[in-house]
């Protein structure tokens, strides 16, 4: 499918930030800015993928093991 494009500290990192993220979305019901804290699925995904569709395209990759 797709190869592994990150490190293990991208990924611990991205998975981190989107957690953190998602629970600033439900800790602030009344905030207007809120939805915008939905972005955190995003890198939470990433994340738990391994691939990141966006290093992909620019050719950028954190994982020191090739994959196939």
Known sequence: MFKKNEGSVD????????IAALVAFF???E???RY???IGI????TGLVGTC???SILGIGTC???SE
Do not use: F
Request: no cysteine; hydrophobic share 60%.
């Open 11 to 18: 990924r611990i990192l991205r998975v981190i930030v989107g």
């Open 27 to 29: 800790m602030l019901p």
């Open 31 to 33: 905030a207007s800015y």
């Open 36 to 38: 915008w804290l939905l």
């Open 42 to 45: 995003v890198p939470l995904l």
């Open 53 to 55: 569709p966006l290093y």
């Open 64 to 66: 020191k093991i090739k």
